[in-house]
Nanobody, 122 residues
């Protein structure tokens, strides 16, 4: 399973960006997809995660609640992160994350996409 992320870039404070991440491969089913971020000098943190089967968002990092929205396109095995009202503290490398399993198997695996840089300038 490979994860291909897109949508990062430079935006001014208060602006919006949309990140997308598509999972590709064969013979697998997704368990969850989500986004993490890592700011310079800080640990990677979870931003938002969605359970793939139910579509239920299982977490939003408190600082993004109400500003970021995670959504899915099941047919395209894609997860989006709509980021509004961006702040300078949202500047980070954003990583797509997926938990998945091969059909007929119980072992859950996880993959990370290559990071995409989001820079919010004041």
């Amino acid at each position: 399973v490979q994860l291909q992320a897109s949508g990062g870039g430079l935006v001014q404070t208060g602006g919006s960006l949309r990140l997308s991440c598509a999972a590709s491969g064969s013979g697998f089913s997704l368990e969850s997809m989500g986004w993490y971020r890592q700011a310079p000098g800080k640990q990677r943190e979870s931003v938002a995660t969605v359970d793939w089967n139910s579509g239920v968002v299982t977490n939003y990092e408190p600082s993004v609640q109400g500003r970021f929205t995670i959504s899915t396109d099941a047919a395209k095995k894609t997860v989006h992160l709509q980021m509004n009202s961006l702040k300078s503290e949202d500047t980070a490398v954003y990583f797509c994350h997926a938990r998945w399993r091969y059909y007929g198997r119980t072992y859950v695996r996880e993959n990370w996409g290559r990071g995409t840089l989001v820079t919010v300038s004041s």
